[in-house]
């Protein structure tokens, strides 16, 4: 199984401030990654697909890059609404693998 | 607008069968477009997929469950399922079910999540 490793784990930022999240897979994924944003009792929601294509209604200061095993997800200027815990998936190869979560906290 | 729905006991005795159902409203499950999957989350951890599948009934699981899992589709119903076997405590989680499309491969739906817990 491809493994998915972000980092950091968590960090804390301020509304405004420009924040960014890794994601590396075990092995060449191509730009199959997707990154969802989960809330505490919700369900994940997509924001990022193909490494960089922003999800229907998903703000523009999100966006994606990367490709192969290495990625990242940034937030350009963060809101209030964007604290949360982010989470990056291959869609390479079957099983689809999930990473551990990145949990960006009010600072 | 598509939604999912998760339904199921909350609570489940070790070594019993875990049975949950998603129900699809907004949008037929009978299209070759997408395949419809399970999805679950232990408390304070990550996403773990279990399996998926297609409106044909073809199945795909992941390997580590496979000896475990059933899922199956009712068209007529828009439904499918998920039924988990000698289930232990580390069966405990959130279960989701998603919708992933067959050629962008994204889980773009998802239902709200179904806490079960495994305990006597």
């Known amino acids: 199984d491809i493994q998915m490793t972000q980092s950091p784990s968590s960090l804390s930022a301020s509304v405004g401030d420009r924040v960014t999240i890794t994601c590396r897979a075990s092995?060449?994924?191509?730009?199959?990654l997707n990154w969802f944003q989960q809330k505490p009792g919700k369900a994940p929601k997509l924001l990022i697909y193909g490494s960089s294509s922003l999800q229907s209604g998903v703000p523009s200061r999100f966006s994606g890059s990367g490709s192969g095993t290495d990625f990242t997800l940034t937030i350009s200027s963060l809101q209030p609404e964007d604290f949360a815990t982010y989470c990056c998936q291959q869609s390479y190869i079957s099983p689809w693998t999930f990473g551990q979560g990145t949990k960006v906290e009010i600072k | 607008q598509l939604q999912l729905q998760e339904s199921g006991p909350g609570l489940v005795k070790p070594s019993e069968t875990l049975s949950l159902t998603c129900t699809v409203s907004?949008?037929?499950?009978?299209?070759?477009?997408?395949?419809w999957g399970w999805i679950r989350q232990p408390p304070g951890k990550g996403l773990e997929w279990i399996g998926s599948i297609y409106y044909s009934g073809s199945t795909y699981y992941k390997t580590s469950l496979k000896s475990r899992v059933t899922i199956s589709v009712d068209t007529s119903k828009n439904q499918f399922s998920l039924k988990l076997s000698s289930v232990t405590a580390a069966d405990t989680a959130v279960y989701y079910c998603?919708?992933?499309?067959?050629?962008?491969?994204?889980?773009?739906?998802w239902g709200q999540g179904s806490l079960v817990t495994v305990s006597s």
């Open positions: 907004g949008g037929s499950i009978n299209s070759s477009s997408y395949y």
């Open positions: 998603a919708r992933r499309g067959r050629v962008i491969r994204i889980f773009d739906y």
């Open positions: 092995q060449s994924i191509s730009s199959y």
